[in-house]
């Protein structure tokens, strides 16, 4: 690991610890570029840590500081996503495959925060989730199904018998939640559902949506998670 320290950063606030992990990716030319702009005051954006194509690490920011990544938006009760997470970069332009390498490199280093932080496979999510609309990283591409079957995410497993509910009031209990003044809701929290679950899924809500959202309510209410972490 490479220590490459970004000035934009400060302390988490009202003593907030790490309690959640968010992934993205860079949507630049390389990572030199974006490890560039990851520490470049003016920018002020940064993230804890950047991982690139073949597999190397750098350390922006120390876990116990906040990192500027996550910008406006909420993820289950948690409206200062930055004060409650680690932010990992994944150097990608958001159009192409995550290299095998790079997600090695990501899985080490995900069970390593992890452990130290007490962050169970629930509260690792992306970027789109907790911005729909707003951001789409780390996007279609993005194996989360694969850091699911390594205990690093989660992954629904709905059957043609999952009893499903009212859709909206299922994924908030996920952690879903559509932007502030959001016109159409639905459609908002369905796009975020979709590419985390159903990247390449279109037209209007279906059942599958529905079943999808009903069994991680079930099985992973957001804030009963953090609240028991």
Known sequence: MICAASPNCGPRRDGARPDMVVI?????????????RLC???????AHYLICEQGRIWQLVTEEQRAWHAGAGRW?????????????ELANRGDH???????????????????????P????????????????????RFDWRRLARRGLSIWPAPDAA??????????????FHPPA???????????ALRLRFRPWAKGPLAREDRAIAAD??????????AACA
């Open 162 to 175: 999952t009893p499903v509910g009212d859709f909206l009031t299922d994924a908030a209990r996920v952690g």
């Open 24 to 36: 993205h990716y860079t949507a630049m030319t390389s990572a030199a570029a974006a490890l560039e």
């Open 40 to 46: 470049d005051p003016a920018a002020e954006v940064s």
């Open 97 to 119: 495959p995550f290299a095998a390498a790079q997600m090695d490199a990501l899985e080490g280093l995900l069970a390593q925060i992890m452990a130290r932080w007490a962050i």
């Open 76 to 88: 289950g009760a948690v409206t200062d996503v930055n004060s409650r997470s680690i932010g990992i």
């Open 121 to 140: 496979p629930e509260r690792v999510i992306g970027h789109s989730d907790m911005a729909p609309l707003r951001k789409s990283d780390p996007g279609p």
């Open 181 to 191: 003044g959001c016109d159409d809701p639905e459609a908002a929290v369905l796009t």
């Open 216 to 225: 991680l309510a079930r099985r992973f209410p957001v804030d009963h998670a």
